[in-house]
């Protein structure tokens, strides 16, 4: 079979295309991958108080203790010592 030159032309001109639609995905693939990776450490740094004291800017824990605390009073049927190793899993 063979291909005219016109049908060439246009394959070469969709290689094109898609190889510049790959290179401009690849920004907002970035992107959308720090996104919720950013969003899986902010917790976890509001729980060891990088973020600041509780209750400034939005920090809900502030430290370690107040969150122990708070996973304490979500399960209240465990010992503290119990509490503060379901914290760390």
């Known amino acids: 079979m063979r291909i005219s030159w016109s049908a060439k032309t246009l394959i070469s001109h969709l290689n094109l295309i898609c190889n510049t639609?790959?290179?401009?995905s690849d920004i907002p693939q970035l992107f959308l991958r720090l996104a919720p990776g950013i969003g899986f450490l902010l917790p976890v740094m509001d729980r060891f108080g990088w973020l600041g004291e509780a209750g400034f800017s939005g920090n809900a824990w502030g430290n370690w203790e107040n969150f122990v605390g708070y996973t304490n009073t979500l399960m209240p049927f465990f010992d503290k010592?119990?509490?503060h190793v379901l914290t760390t899993v």
């Open 21 to 24: 639609l790959k290179i401009k």
């Open 81 to 83: 010592s119990i509490a």
